[in-house]
């Protein structure tokens, strides 16, 4: 089946978070200006004639479909019981952080990194501790040196760890993640990897579960998803986390229970299944759309922005732009851009200190706005340089 990935969406006056803003190109937050799988849709219009949305249990059929889906496209095993169904991945990982953390302890992040990380840990009773990525020539990777020191202060608890890694599109090796399980098992952190992108993964890489290291690992460990990015679904709030360790599960369930986050809706149930059922060849579509759409963004600033640095993408629908040789503040560059070209990118400041001189920019769109939103971008970009 051929989709339109083409095909313009008029989504103003939907009350869109993404498209909020008036007479404004959105290129910011993780959304896709794609219709989902129309297997998804045609599941949920099916529920919605049936006219009645009552409570709902999550059935069996929920469970099954994750196992089978990370069996078939990661080789992952997962019993059903290890798995908890939760309405987001961030409120299931506040509820981890709550769980096994005490007042005075300390959580690592990896900035520049998710910027909702630095949200839960400010909000939760810890104190923050950053192991930046190293950046190299265009390149990033883990500063495991650095990691074992902070990892072994006694006051360190959790590691917050996203896996593929956003914003900078890393997709990291089995050997990388053994070699940070074994530092985090060594000084019992306990590793929350975020693996909501796990099923963006391009060609010439793979994902490896956390969880697929070992039975140490596993166990030392939980994992945290969701197919809302793998299908643009976000706004139906479904996600779930899974964990082997009973003991883990348990205290996070409770918390959730104690927060009332427990009950999915309908139509979330519905469409996790169906996606996960019957939406591997769109998702297979989608992915090479979007990586055509990375490859014309990296040709277009090779000939229009030569002073602008393409982070290699691995995963994810965001790619992330070194803009240090135009010597301004990323907040200042959106900023501007914002003002003087009604276009909206996501400031590398909002990842953490080690994000700042960067941008983020959604490539999930259709390419003519791919386009009109590179144009935008290369006016600004001669106007700063006076060109």
Request: aromatic share 12%; hydrophobic share 40%; with cysteine.
């Amino acid at each position: 089946m051929k989709y339109n990935f083409d095909e313009l969406i008029d989504r103003s006056n939907t009350g869109s978070v993404k498209w909020s803003k008036l007479d404004v190109l959105p290129m910011w937050i993780a959304d896709m200006d794609f219709k989902t799988a129309p297997e998804v849709t045609e599941a949920l219009v099916n529920r919605a004639s049936h006219g009645v949305f009552g409570y709902s249990e999550t059935p069996a059929a929920f469970y099954d479909a994750i196992t089978n889906w990370w069996k078939k496209r990661h080789a992952l095993h997962l019993g059903n019981d290890w798995i908890v169904a939760t309405p987001g991945v961030m409120p299931a990982l506040a509820a981890a952080v709550e769980a096994l953390t005490s007042k005075g302890d300390k959580i690592i992040v990896q900035p520049p990194v998710y910027n909702h990380f630095f949200i839960t840990v400010k909000q939760s009773h810890c104190e923050l501790v950053e192991n930046n990525l190293l950046y190299d020539n265009g390149n990033y990777k883990i500063d495991f040196e650095d990691l074992e020191q902070k990892a072994a202060d006694p006051a360190v608890k959790v590691l917050l760890f996203c896996n593929p890694h956003n914003p900078v599109g890393r997709v990291w090796t089995r050997d990388e993640l053994l070699k940070l399980g074994e530092i985090c098992i060594r000084h019992h952190v306990v590793v929350l990897s975020d693996e909501i992108h796990s099923d963006l993964v391009y060609e010439d890489f793979k994902h490896v579960p956390f969880a697929s290291l070992g039975d140490a690992y596993a166990r030392n460990s939980m994992t945290f998803s969701s197919p809302t990015k793998t299908f643009n679904l976000a706004g139906l709030q479904v996600a779930y986390f899974f964990t082997e360790n009973e003991s883990f599960r348990k205290m996070v369930k409770n918390v959730l229970t104690k927060w009332e986050m427990t009950m999915l809706n309908i139509f979330a149930i519905d469409s996790l299944i169906v996606a996960y059922e019957k939406g591997e060849n769109w998702l297979a579509s989608l992915k090479e759309y979007v990586y055509e759409n990375y490859q014309y963004l990296r040709d277009f600033c090779r000939t229009h922005l030569p002073q602008l640095r393409v982070i290699p993408l691995q995963s994810t629908y965001l790619v992330w732009l070194d803009c240090a040789a135009w010597g301004l503040p990323s907040s200042e560059i959106t900023n501007r851009l914002l003002e003087q070209e009604h276009l909206w990118l996501q400031a590398g400041i909002k990842y953490g200190l080690a994000g700042d001189h960067f941008v983020r920019i959604n490539i999930a769109c259709p390419r003519t706005l791919l386009e009109e939103g590179l144009n935008r971008l290369a006016q600004e970009y001669r106007r700063i340089l006076n060109i």
